[in-house]
């Protein structure tokens, strides 16, 4: 089977290409660092399948554009499919997988290396050091031993994110419309007593209609002074606005964002030599005790090599006609 990769980032080539040698020899991957777009599809003429991530942006018009050069199975190489139309998809007989996890872990414990960077402000330690400034003036933290942490979603994520603070100490409230049994040492509380009763909350729960804006002024208000907010999750559970105006009445000790409003356009580019004008981006960045990354918190070898061998599957299983049923989505 010959599959065309876009918008592939050196680690995809890494990880892909050392499980094909590995054990895949059968598949032949080549890269293209273009995203896919209607202008850049027909260069899968040729290929069986084409591969996506999860900023790519797979419409109507690209997926006509697959269907006439002969394309028949997208492959997500990542969880969310929200970016796929899969009406369309089906209409052009193409089949979608996707990778449904990889590694809970690796975004639960970003999530934790956040808290702590906002923590005990390694941050502001890191490039002080570098100065050769080694006062510890602006640097006291707050210790996680004896403390209370809030998750809000107990799947899979939320579920290691509960094991970490557990074992850090903390007491663990959670809050879940599906109780998670194997968490014995969690308490299950509504979401107003989490956020009255947390001192560090981090978000695990996906963004539906239900949860856009979950954190916003309300639940901001609702929340204890000096708590450290987390979200690994996706950028719009928090209302960036309201967000901002809690920075700026010192309502947070702490905030780390791994996901952010707005950050589609940032999200994996070298935009180092633009200006970010009016960017709701820049003014979060302004703020001392805000720490931001780039949609990282799934980027570790195991989490890149299990989405790896779980494509590779999936393209094998297709191609023999009997595709992994779980993996396949469906409009
Ligand atoms: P999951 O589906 O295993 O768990 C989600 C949990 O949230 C479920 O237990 C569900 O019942 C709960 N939930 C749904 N609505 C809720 C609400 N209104 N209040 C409280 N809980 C609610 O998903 P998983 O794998 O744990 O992923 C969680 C999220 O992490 C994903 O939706 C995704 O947005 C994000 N993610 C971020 C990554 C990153 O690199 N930063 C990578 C992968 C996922």
């Known amino acids: 089977m010959k599959i065309l990769f876009y918008d592939a980032k050196p680690y995809d080539c890494d990880s892909f290409e050392s499980i094909r040698k590995e054990r895949y020899a059968d598949l032949e991957m080549t890269f293209l660092q273009a995203d896919i777009s209607v202008h850049t599809a027909s260069l899968a003429k040729g290929f069986d399948a084409v591969c996506v991530f999860v900023a790519s942006e797979v419409g109507r018009d690209v997926l006509g554009r697959l269907k006439e050069v002969g394309v028949r199975l997208l492959l997500l190489r990542c969880a969310g499919y929200n970016n796929v139309d899969l009406q369309a998809a089906e209409q052009a007989g193409i089949t979608v997988m996707r990778v449904p996890g990889y590694s809970p872990e690796a975004v639960a414990e970003h999530a934790m290396a956040l808290a702590l960077t906002v923590g005990r402000r390694i ?77 560090m909350i981090s978000l695990h729960c996906p963004l539906t209609d239900e949860t856009r804006h979950l954190i916003c002024s309300d639940s901001i208000a609702k929340m204890k002074d000096g708590i450290i907010l987390i979200n690994t999750s996706r950028g719009a559970l928090i209302r960036t ?45 302004s703020f001392p005790n805000v720490v931001i990354t780039s949609h990282q918190g799934f980027l570790t070898e195991e989490a890149l090599y299990a989405i790896a061998v779980t494509t590779a599957e999936n393209a094998l299983s297709y191609e023999k006609g009997k595709p992994i049923q779980e993996n396949l989505v469906k409009a």
Do not use: W
């Open 123 to 199: 941050h502001k330690s890191y490039i002080k050091v570098r100065e050769n400034n080694f006062s510890l003036v602006g640097l006291i933290g707050k210790n996680f031993y004896g403390k209370t942490a809030g998750i809000i979603g107990t799947g899979k994520i939320g579920a290691a994110m509960c094991r970490i603070c557990h074992g850090f100490g903390m007491k663990v409230l959670a809050n879940d419309a599906y109780e998670n049994p194997d968490l014995d040492f969690v308490q299950y509380v509504s979401l107003d007593e989490l956020l009255r009763h947390s001192d």
């Open 241 to 285: 606005e309201d967000l901002i105006a809690g920075i700026r009445d010192r309502k947070f000790f702490g905030v780390g964002l791994d996901v952010y409003e707005e950050e589609n356009r940032n999200v994996f580019e070298n935009r180092e030599d633009d200006i970010l004008e009016s960017s709701v981006t820049a003014r979060l960045l």
